[in-house]
C-alpha cells in the first residue's frame, strides 16, 4: 500500500528545495524503474527490511537505514519477506542539486543513521504541512525540506567524518587554547604539541572538522571578536587591531574587508547608531 500526499505545485523549481511528494510506500512486491525517477528521493526504512538494486549493486536495507537515489538513476526496490515500509520524501527546486552537492549526495547511498526516529518525525511533519493545503503549502515544505536536509547532513556527514565527535575531542584543547590565546603571536609548532600530534596532522584534524586550516580559524577568530569591539565606541580601529593580535593596523584592515566586504570602520558605522546632529 502507498499513501503519498502530492502538494499542488505549478514549478517545482520556484523555491530552493521543492517537495513533490511525501508519504509512506508499503512495498509487498519488488518496485522496478528502469530509467529512474523524475525526482530525487530520500527513503527512511521505518520496519521491514528489503534491497536496493542499482547497476547490479545489492544493498541490505533494514529499519532505521536512509536511502538516498538521486533523479534518473534506474534502481529497483526489492521487499524481503513480509512488507517493506518505508516513508520517503520526494525532492526538486532550483538549487536541490547543489545543495545535495554539498550534503555529498551525489550519488545513490544507503546507510544507518544515528537517529532514524527524527528524520521520520521531520517527513511527518512535512506530511502534515501538505496536508493542510492553503497558499503557504509549498514554502512550509520548502522549508521543512531544507531542515530535513540539515539533520540527515548532521547524521550522515557531520558526525560519521568525526568519528562520533573523537576527532573534535581530540583538537578541543587546542581550540580552547586559541580562544584564551588568539590575540598571542602562535605557531603551528605550538598548537601541535598541545595535543602531542604532528603539524600536519593537526592540519588535517582542521579540515575534517572545520573545513579550515589551524591560522585560517584563527584569523576568523580575531575578526569575530574584532567584530564585537567594532560595535562599541570604547576602542578606535587601531586599538582594536591591536587587541585581536595584529601589530599592524593597516594589515588588519586589509584582512577586515578580504573577509568581510568592507573595512572595520564601514563595519562599525553600520552596526553602531549615530547621534543626530542638530539642525543648523
Known amino acids: 500500500?502507498?499513501?503519498?500526499?502530492?502538494?499542488?505545485?505549478?514549478?517545482?523549481?520556484?523555491?530552493?528545495?521543492?517537495?513533490?511528494?511525501?508519504?509512506?510506500?508499503?512495498?509487498?512486491?519488488?518496485?522496478?524503474?528502469?530509467?529512474?525517477y523524475p525526482y530525487h528521493q530520500l527513503f527512511i526504512?521505518?520496519?521491514?527490511?528489503?534491497?536496493?538494486?542499482?547497476?547490479?549493486?545489492?544493498?541490505?536495507?533494514?529499519?532505521?537505514?536512509?536511502?538516498?537515489?538521486?533523479?534518473?538513476?534506474?534502481?529497483?526496490?526489492?521487499?524481503?519477506?513480509?512488507?517493506?515500509?518505508?516513508?520517503?520524501?520526494?525532492?526538486?527546486?532550483?538549487?536541490?542539486?547543489?545543495?545535495?552537492?554539498?550534503?555529498r549526495l551525489t550519488k545513490p547511498r544507503c546507510e544507518k543513521l544515528s537517529d532514524h526516529e527524527t528524520l521520520v518525525r521531520?517527513?511527518?511533519?512535512?506530511?502534515?504541512?501538505?496536508?493542510?493545503?492553503?497558499?503557504?503549502?509549498?514554502?512550509?515544505?520548502?522549508?521543512?525540506?531544507?531542515?530535513l536536509l540539515m539533520q540527515l547532513n548532521k547524521q550522515i556527514n557531520v558526525t560519521a567524518e568525526n568519528a562520533d565527535g573523537q576527532k573534535?575531542?581530540?583538537?578541543?584543547?587546542?581550540?580552547?587554547?586559541?580562544?584564551?590565546?588568539?590575540?598571542s603571536e602562535l605557531s603551528l609548532d605550538d598548537l601541535s604539541a598541545l595535543v602531542n600530534i604532528s603539524p600536519q596532522y593537526l592540519c588535517r584534524l582542521f579540515k575534517d572538522c572545520y573545513h579550515m586550516r589551524p591560522f585560517e580559524y584563527l584569523a576568523k577568530k580575531r575578526l569575530q571578536r574584532a567584530k564585537v569591539m567594532l560595535t562599541g565606541e570604547k576602542y578606535s580601529v587601531n586599538e582594536i587591531a591591536q587587541l585581536v593580535g595584529y601589530n599592524d593596523c593597516s594589515y588588519f584592515c586589509s584582512v577586515f574587508k578580504k573577509r568581510e566586504g568592507i573595512s572595520p570602520a564601514e563595519f562599525r558605522a553600520l552596526n553602531c547608531p549615530q547621534e543626530k546632529k542638530p539642525d543648523s
Open 168 to 183: 573534535f575531542i581530540q583538537i578541543a584543547p587546542v581550540i580552547a587554547f586559541i580562544e584564551e590565546n588568539y590575540q
Open 1 to 36: 500500500m502507498t499513501s503519498y500526499c502530492y502538494p499542488v505545485c505549478s514549478d517545482t523549481k520556484m523555491f530552493p528545495v521543492c517537495v513533490c511528494a511525501v508519504g509512506v510506500r508499503e512495498l509487498e512486491k519488488s518496485l522496478e524503474r528502469i530509467a529512474g
Open 45 to 103: 526504512c521505518a520496519e521491514g527490511s528489503g534491497k536496493v538494486v542499482i547497476s547490479q549493486k545489492r544493498t541490505n536495507v533494514r529499519a532505521g537505514d536512509m536511502i538516498f537515489i538521486p533523479a534518473l538513476v534506474p534502481h529497483q526496490l526489492v521487499p524481503s519477506e513480509g512488507k517493506w515500509q518505508l516513508i520517503g520524501v520526494d525532492l526538486d527546486g532550483n538549487s536541490i542539486d547543489n545543495i545535495l552537492e554539498t550534503l
Open 122 to 147: 521531520k517527513m511527518l511533519a512535512i506530511i502534515h504541512a501538505v496536508k493542510e493545503e492553503g497558499d503557504a503549502v509549498i514554502s512550509d515544505c520548502s522549508a521543512l525540506a531544507y531542515d
